[in-house]
């Protein structure tokens, strides 16, 4: 039963946490509002929480004052106000996958896409006009100002592979021309191997790239063991090697390391290779990106590291002086970026509030060797997800079951009332479905990683003076 007092009700929409250094917040996820209060208000917060009605006028004054006390009139208007100005800047930015090959020179343990059958390999000439075509009727008409091309695999560097790689590169150099109005970027995630043989022979080709990211699996011993050659031999050395040679004609790079629990100490080891090569000393060098290992349901992958327990740990080796900061971007913290936007932004301009999980069918599509388009780059190259395709012609289809884009902080049940519903806005949702033995409307239930701990490990780190860096580099805010 709802509980009311005063004719106000006590609002979903907030956090209640005492830090380890005994400072007491209130945070209104709705408002934005942050309150650090003192015990008495503290502990008539309590009461109300436990339905006391004998509350102190002072104290009912500030929770009125600070909306953690409201009616549902005021606060359905909240809502909506902020669903509006969501709205406006939802289709800003378009972010593409392109998987120009599933084909790859290494053999990683743990690849993702072993899924994927033999023969649908490498797209060819004729795909990537029609991608390019599709993407055009993507964003005609459409409010679209920014578009990130993300060029993926497989390896999308394989020698053998070069001239479709130079078809798409002049292929998007055109697209940018003739779309002059937008802002364009073109990324690439590359294993670095084949690397040095583009920058003997094909440097200006490597120059379009805005930047490029280099997957380093830690120490030389972790990465040897899991990212190796057909032959069993590890591929560490070839990748410092394309690092270096990259560096050297000035062509701007991120590293990217995939952290878990038992291999984050591991960026102690990055943080002395960047020191040892100079790296930081270098203008082209970006940083690392750390990036979360998530199971996603997938099986043989048990282990999912969650946005609190990597602030944790990067919290430890940043006190322990073992990495420098300045040198990471842990960029991929969904949750975490919309936290620090609630607590950063200054009052008049609290502009934070999520209403999907992600951009999946609204502002990112991967488009794949066989001509299909999917929703989101995990999920692609898993028929049943395929929401479209670009070849042989150009469709999107309408939701299947509703079961993308329709499982916002709207309809989820679970989500509706939930304290964190505006900052993680009904979590990942291939990952629901993933975990779904039936994929009907009425058994998705959304994949809830408890973000309201990450609220927790955030102010703790926010009262070590650590500061997470996590700024966006491929996708941008919805
Ligand atoms: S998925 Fe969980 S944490 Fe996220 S909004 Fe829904 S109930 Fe809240
Ligand atoms: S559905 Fe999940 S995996 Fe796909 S983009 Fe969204 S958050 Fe990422």
């Known amino acids: 039963m709802m509980y009311y007092i005063n004719k106000m009700k006590l609002t979903n929409y907030y956090i209640k946490y005492k830090s380890s250094h005994n400072n007491k917040y209130l945070v209104n996820t709705l408002t934005g509002k942050i309150n650090v209060i003192q015990d008495n208000l503290y502990e008539d917060f309590t009461r109300i929480e436990n339905g006391e009605l004998n509350i102190h006028n002072k104290s009912l004054d500030f929770f009125i004052q600070n909306q953690y006390l409201c009616n549902d009139r005021d606060e359905f208007n909240l809502i909506n106000f902020a669903f509006e100005k969501f709205q406006k800047h939802i289709q800003k930015h378009l972010a593409i996958f392109l998987y120009i090959t599933y084909d790859c020179n290494l053999m990683c343990t743990y690849c993702n896409y072993k899924y994927i059958d033999e023969g649908k390999n490498t797209m060819s000439e004729i795909k990537i006009d029609y991608a390019f075509e599709a993407i055009a009727k993507l964003i005609k008409d459409s409010e679209q100002e920014e578009i990130t091309f993300i060029l993926f695999g497989g390896e999308p560097f394989l020698n053998k592979n070069k001239e479709i790689l130079f078809s798409f590169l002049d292929k998007y150099s055109r697209f940018k021309l003739q779309n002059s109005s937008k802002k364009h970027k073109l990324i690439t995630f590359t294993n670095g191997i084949e690397i040095p043989l583009f920058i003997t022979k094909h440097i200006d080709y490597l120059r379009i790239f805005d930047s490029i990211y280099i997957t380093l699996g830690g120490s030389k011993l972790s990465h040897n063991r899991a990212r190796i050659f057909p032959n069993n031999k590890g591929s560490y050395d070839f990748v410092i090697n394309g690092v270096n040679k990259l560096l050297t004609e000035n062509i701007p790079v991120w590293l990217v390391f995939n952290s878990s629990k038992s291999n984050v100490n591991e960026l102690a080891d990055i ?83 999520q209403f999907y999980g992600c951009g999946n069918r609204i502002n990112q599509y991967s488009f794949t060797p066989d001509g299909k388009i ?18 042989p012609s150009f469709s999107i289809k309408n939701e299947h079951g509703h079961l993308w884009t329709y499982n916002n902080v709207f309809h989820l049940e679970k989500c509706k009332t939930c304290s964190m519903a505006f900052l993680c806005a009904g979590g990942c949702q291939y990952s629901a479905r993933e975990k779904m033995h039936n994929e009907k409307k009425e058994n998705y239930i959304p994949d809830c990683m408890d973000a309201v701990q990450i609220v927790y490990a955030y102010i703790e780190a926010v009262e070590k003076n650590i500061n997470i860096t996590n700024s966006e580099t491929i996708y941008e805010r919805l």
Request: with cysteine.
């Open 374 to 391: 999917y929703p989101c780059s995990p999920s692609a190259g898993k028929e049943k997800y395929f929401i479209g395709e670009f070849y």
């Open 271 to 353: 943080n002395s290779l960047i020191k040892l090569n100079k790296w930081d000393q270098c203008c082209s060098f970006l940083g690392c990106c750390v990036s979360r290992i998530k199971s996603r349901g997938m099986i043989g992958i048990i282990e999912t590291y969650t946005e609190q327990e990597l602030i944790y740990d990067v919290s430890r080796l940043i006190e322990e002086k073992q990495i420098d900061q300045s040198l990471f971007n842990f960029e991929d913290m969904r949750i975490l970026k919309n936290i620090e936007r609630l607590f950063l932004l200054p009052d008049e301009n609290k502009d934070f509030h």
